[in-house]
Structures are given as C-alpha cells and as structure tokens.
C-alpha cells in the first residue's frame, strides 16, 4: 500500500534547520501501516534533508560545515544569471540532498534514540515548503 502525505513548513531561510521527526512520526501513526519505508521528499532546490542529534552544538556545527563546503559570499553562476544571490542555497542543498527514506516497523520509525530528522532550508529568504511523506508498506 502507498500513501502520500504532506507536512507543510514556515520557514525563516537562512539555514533555517527544522526537527520534523514528529511530523513524520504523525503521517505514520495516521497511515495505519505497520512495515514499510517512509520516504520524505522536498519539492525545490534550496532544502535538504538529514538526520542529526538535535542539539544546539551539532546545529551549529552543520551550519559551519556548509558555510566552508559552499561560502555564502563566493562567486556563483547561478547569481550571474539570475541575480537572486542564493547560489550557495543551491549547492549546499545539492550537497545534502531532497530526500531521506527511513524504515519503520510495527508502526514505528527505526531511527536511533539520538537520531531526529532534520529539513534545513538554505534559502536566502523564509519560504512556504509542504514536504511530501510517502510510506510504502503494509498493514
């Protein structure tokens, strides 16, 4: 069985790094299956998707990391084209990727006690995102 469920989201942009692991957890409970994959997706190219220990120290440390691996104030193309200077949101989303898929059994989700899922919107500006869920399993 497959089910599409949406999670929508107000973001502040900038980094903005969001725990959805309980929203996750409620399209599960409200799907009634029992084992499966739940796959969570971002429509757009300026949002991720990880887990992490949801706590300030890590938070900072993920933002640090993508401000080395993708410098908000280096020269992108992108912006040259486009004139939105949000080439960085483009390359360090690309760089975590638009989806996570996390197994769950007897109804519930097979992440770690320290584990949280995480949408971190790169974005240079707050944004409106509805996150699609899809669970694939049975009951």
Not at 9 to 30: A, F, P, Q, W, Y
Not at 34 to 43: D, E, L, M, W
Not at 89 to 117: D, K, N, Y
Request: charged share 25%; aromatic share 8%.
């Amino acid at each position: 069985m497959v089910i599409t469920k949406s999670i929508k989201l107000e973001t502040r942009g900038e980094g903005d790094i969001i725990d959805i692991t309980d929203n996750v957890k409620s399209c599960l409970r409200g799907s009634k299956l029992k084992n499966g994959i739940a796959c969570v997706f971002v429509p757009g190219s300026t949002g991720g998707l990880t887990t992490v220990e949801y706590e300030p120290g890590v938070l900072s440390d993920l933002k640090n990391a993508f401000e080395r691996q993708a410098p908000r104030e280096a020269s992108y193309e992108h912006n040259a084209r486009w004139g939105d200077g949000n080439g960085f949101s483009h390359v360090r989303a690309s760089l975590l990727g638009p989806s996570l898929s996390v197994p769950f059994s007897e109804g519930a989700l097979t992440i770690g006690t320290w584990q949280q899922i995480i949408f971190v919107d790169f974005d240079n500006r707050p944004r409106s995102r509805a996150l699609v869920v899809q669970l694939v399993g049975e009951k």
